[in-house]
């Protein structure tokens, strides 16, 4: 595998914090944009790895950056908006710009993040998810597109924000319980990148569905995660009427927790038709197989087997 010079956009986030790390371990050299450098200097120290501080909105700024790149991987993206950081704004205008950028830049190649059942349903999430991928897919560029379902991992994902939450209340409402996905996680996401990555033949002009084993509802999840946890928080799954409601008083609330686009989102479920592991040759992992992991549940296990055991 030949070596590439890679510019990243959105690589602090989720994905980026664990696709970076493997993309530095099979030598590419990579060039993180970041609105502040010196808030992500820990990535900075991964081998191969320079970051840059730089409006992305800036077109002329971009295209000075990707010069010499023989590949941008677009990573941004949105789950609520705030304040002018709409999901327009995020998804689709920010895709225009680096399309231009790179074509302005003679740079062909292009990686673009975007999600399972994009420009379906009725969430603006969704709907810009699919602008922007439309917008990709016309472009004069060679290009792959990633559509992973709900992904979970150590460091952010659906897993901790549900057990902070059953941690936190005494009992759990849920909006939307019956929703489906089937989660996946986010190093099989991140292997799929890279094997594409690594060689171009596996994906040009091809999008990928990343999907993990096991459909679920989005109840059966809570549950799993509760009952891995050992804790009995009750989960009380909301009516649409209610769940409506929840989101529209959990959006005024600091953070965001919930919205009412979330609540629209949950309402196209979250499963996959083709599988891209597949194609790829990659064999995902099960969702349960990691909650223990996660969780942190393996070191107390062991301790209470041991005090078990010694009779305490």
Not at 157 to 166: E, H, K, S, W
Not at 195 to 208: A, Q, T, V
Request: some cysteine.
């Amino acid at each position: 595998m030949k070596a590439k010079q890679l510019v990243v956009l959105g690589g602090s986030g989720f994905v980026g914090s664990h696709l970076l790390p493997r993309l530095a371990k099979d030598g590419h050299r990579i060039l993180l944009l970041s609105r502040n450098r010196e808030q992500r200097r820990a990535l900075g120290v991964l081998p191969g790895v320079r970051i840059h501080s730089v409006d992305v909105y800036d077109a002329n700024a971009l295209r000075r950056q990707f010069e010499g790149a023989d590949a941008v991987i677009n990573l941004v993206g949105i789950l609520n908006a705030f304040g002018n950081q709409t999901f327009h704004h995020a998804h689709v205008e920010l895709t225009q710009r680096v399309l231009g950028a790179c074509q302005a830049a003679n740079v062909s190649r292009l990686h673009h993040m975007s999600a399972l059942k994009a420009g379906q349903g009725l969430s603006q999430y969704l709907k810009t998810k699919g602008e922007a991928e439309a917008a990709v897919r016309n472009s004069s560029l060679d290009w792959t597109i990633y559509q992973p379902s709900v992904m979970f991992g150590a460091d952010g994902g659906m897993v901790q924000r549900f057990a902070g939450l059953l941690q936190q209340m005494p009992a759990l409402p849920l909006a939307r319980a019956s929703s489906r996905m089937a989660p996946t996680w986010v190093g099989d996401v991140v292997e799929a990148m890279a094997r594409c990555i690594g060689d171009d033949k596996l994906g040009i002009d091809r999008s990928f569905e990343l999907y993990g084993p096991d459909v679920f509802t989005l109840g059966e999840i809570v549950q799993l995660i509760r009952d891995t946890m050992g804790v009995r928080t009750p989960i009380l799954p909301l009516p649409d009427s209610l769940g409506r409601l929840q989101a529209q008083v959990a959006q005024l609330l600091p953070g965001k927790p919930f919205s009412l686009d979330n609540f629209h989102s949950l309402r196209t479920d979250s499963v996959g038709k083709s599988d891209g592991y597949a194609a790829l040759e990659i064999t995902p992992q099960p969702l349960a197989a990691w909650l223990p992991v996660l969780l942190n549940v393996l070191p107390r296990q062991r301790r209470l087997d041991h005090a078990r055991s010694s009779g305490r």
